[in-house]
Each structure stands twice: as C-alpha cells, then as structure tokens.
C-alpha cells in the first residue's frame, strides 16, 4: 500500500502524471538504495544522474538552457515523490531551486550558459552558502565581505552548514559589498568555484543518516572575477529572496516526502501486524493517530501547492508568507508522521530492517533549517497578524 496526495481539484493531470513517472524513477532505487550510499559514505549519484538524464531535475530551468520550462511547483512534486519512496535528493533543495532559480532570473547572459544546462541535466551542481557561525538567522549580521581590488572582488569570511560542497562545482556565496553611497554593507551574491585560491571547506560531523554532508567554508580573499556577481550590485536583497522562497517551498515538499514514507510503512504494518485477534490497525489508539498524522501532511500539501504557485506566478511577497507557512505546517506535519510510524512499530521501529529510527533525525532538519520553526512564527506574528517585533 502506498499513501498518496492530490486529485483534480487541486492539482493537474500533468502533475499527477508527473507524480507517477517520478515515483517509478524512485521505487528503483527505494529506501535500500539511499541507506546502502549513505553506509557506504558515498553520494548517491545513480539516481541523480537518471533523475537528470529524464528532465526532472531542470524541470524548473527555462527550455532555453535545457529545462523543462516548468516552475518550482513541478521541482517540489519531482523531491516530494523521491521522498515518499524512501530516496530525497537534498541536494535539489540546493542546486536547481536557490541556485537555478537565482541565476535563471537575475544572471548574465554568460552565467546563464555556462551553468544553467549543467544544473538541469544533473551534470553540474551548485551549493549554496549562506548561514555563518555567528549570524544564524539574522541575515543582517553576515560578516562575509567583498571588497574590489581593480576589475576584481577579494570574498573573505565563514559560513556553515552547507550541504554538499564536496560534490558540487561551485557555491553560490551570499556576501556583503560597501554601498558607496551610504557606506552600510549590502548582499550580494558570488560564484565561487570549487577550485579557486583561497576557498577551503571542511566536513561538519553530523548524527543526520544523508548521503549529503555538511560543510563549514572558510574563504580568505577569495580572488574572483568581476563576472562571478550574480545580478545588480544594488540588488541583492531582492536576488537572495528569490532563492530562499523556493528553499522553503523545496524543504516542505522534503518533509512531506519523509512524512509520507513513514506514514506508508507504519500503515502497511499495522494492516498486517497481529498480535491478538485483529490486526493492530484496527486499534483506535494505533489507527486514529495515523489518520491524524495523514490528515497533517494532506493539509500542509496543500499550503505547499499554494506557496509554489503564488512563486511560480509572480507574486514574490504573497509566496514569501505561503513557503514560510508551507515550511512550518509540513515539518511539523512530516516529523509528527515519523514520530508515530516509529511508535506504531514499537521496537521494530528502531531496527535497521524497518529503517525508520533514522528518519527521527531527518524530520527534525525541517523543523530547524533553512530557518527555525521559531523565526516564522515571529515572521507571521509580524508580517501577517502585524503585531510588534520581537527582535
């Protein structure tokens, strides 16, 4: 049995035509696969060269450059389905979404040939560096700085937590230039590739089980050319949210993905799971906790459906207020169905043979980043209800 979402009201045939192919691709190489690589300690380069090879992963890329031409509602359903078969790509939270996306909209002519086919046909990938030791979610307090030397920029400073630096080509590195008219520092955006002077990472040690490992940078007058500015000096801001709605769209369709396939394994066990007479499944107190936790994830899919259109529209305010949401309502809906698959299980729930101990960590990366549970309530408490800032 397999725990599905959608029908026609709220989503097209295409995308649940979208939905099946995609879920085909997954169930390959399914929750085995993706435990085996990350034992292995290697990434899991198959699925993400055959997701490449059938267009899903430019699905969002403008055709010209290679892509599907499609919006990051169709990339949330291609990472949402890889998921729900027990085998998420994090990466494309990274690479085709904040990094395709930014450089679809707002680079050079020549950035855009040069990176956006490789990003579609899953040749290339990109990071994407933002969160520093001492900023956290204020954004305002990024300490990493370019300054210009002649024609050039000199990128110097720390960031961490960023996934999968050692498999991507280049980072997209959010810094902060001098305004010349004020004097106060503004973001900007850079691509450093992995092989430039100066640019070093190291691994961060994780308890999360992901093929994906997590990095601190440590860049020292990073030498870059006046072409690795991604846009308008001037607008940065504006760049940067354009790459973080769709990180918090794409982390929603992450979660509801995980949620889902925990949901499909604890109802598969308590059908057939029988202790006494019945199966357990036809316990209340085994049945409606996993009903509630579906009704959880059909819910918060459907704020993600909305944030990713109201992105894929144009409406870049009213998307930014719909992804935090999306975010919040499907990490706590995905954490709470892992939580209770693990418990419906009992302590086959924390064996290697069911594989959902392992969830109970990655449903909390939803929870914490890109932005804490906390920072969007204080953002919907002012933004939205207009109450008083806290912060």
């Not at 230039?177 to 994780?206: Q, S």
């Amino acid at each position: 049995m397999s725990v599905t979402f959608g029908n026609a009201l709220v989503e097209s045939a295409e995308h649940r035509d979208l939905r099946a192919s995609v879920a085909a691709l997954g169930k390959r190489y399914g929750r085995g696969y993706f435990t085996a690589a990350v034992k292995a300690g290697r990434p899991v380069d198959e699925l993400w060269r055959e997701a490449g090879r059938l267009g899903y992963l430019g699905v969002s890329i403008p055709e010209e450059y290679g892509g599907g031409g499609a919006g990051i509602s169709e990339l949330a359903i291609v990472l949402e389905e890889l998921g729900a078969t027990g085998a998420p790509l994090l990466l494309m939270v990274v690479s085709p979404a904040i990094c395709g996306t930014v450089i679809a909209r707002f680079g050079t002519p020549e950035q855009k040939r040069r990176w956006l086919p490789g990003l579609a046909d899953g040749s290339l990938r990109m990071a994407f560096g933002i969160t520093e030791p001492d900023a956290g979610s204020n954004s305002h307090r990024i300490t990493t700085t370019a300054r210009r030397d002649g024609t050039d920029w000199l990128l110097s400073g720390r960031k961490v937590f960023i996934s999968g630096v050692d498999i991507a080509d280049a980072t997209l590195v959010v810094g902060r230039t001098e305004d010349a008219r004020t004097g106060k520092l503004k973001p900007c955006l850079f691509i450093v590739e992995r092989g430039a002077p100066g640019f070093e990472f190291r691994p961060v040690e994780m308890e999360i089980a992901a093929p994906e490992k997590q990095f601190q940078l440590f860049l020292d007058e990073v030498r870059l050319p006046a072409e690795a500015l991604v846009g308008d000096e001037d607008a940065g801001l504006l760049q940067l949210f354009a790459g973080l709605n769709p990180e918090r769209v794409m982390t929603a369709a992450f979660s509801l993905g995980l949620g889902r396939y925990a949901l499909t394994v604890a109802v598969e066990y308590a059908r057939t799971r029988q202790v006494w007479r019945t199966p357990i499944g036809a316990h209340q107190a085994i049945a409606h906790p996993l009903a509630e936790a579906h009704i959880a994830l059909e819910m918060a899919a459907l704020m993600t459906r909305k944030a990713a259109f109201l992105y894929d529209a144009g409406d870049d305010l009213a998307a930014g207020e719909a992804a935090n949401m999306a975010k919040y309502a499907a990490a706590e809906a995905g954490a709470r169905a892992v939580d209770q698959a693990v418990h419906t299980l009992g302590g086959n729930g924390l064996t290697a043979e069911y594989g959902l101990a392992s969830l109970l960590t990655a449903s909390r990366v939803g929870r914490i980043a890109p932005v804490s549970r906390e920072m969007i309530l204080n953002f919907v408490s002012h933004h939205t209800l207009g109450l008083p800032k806290s912060y």
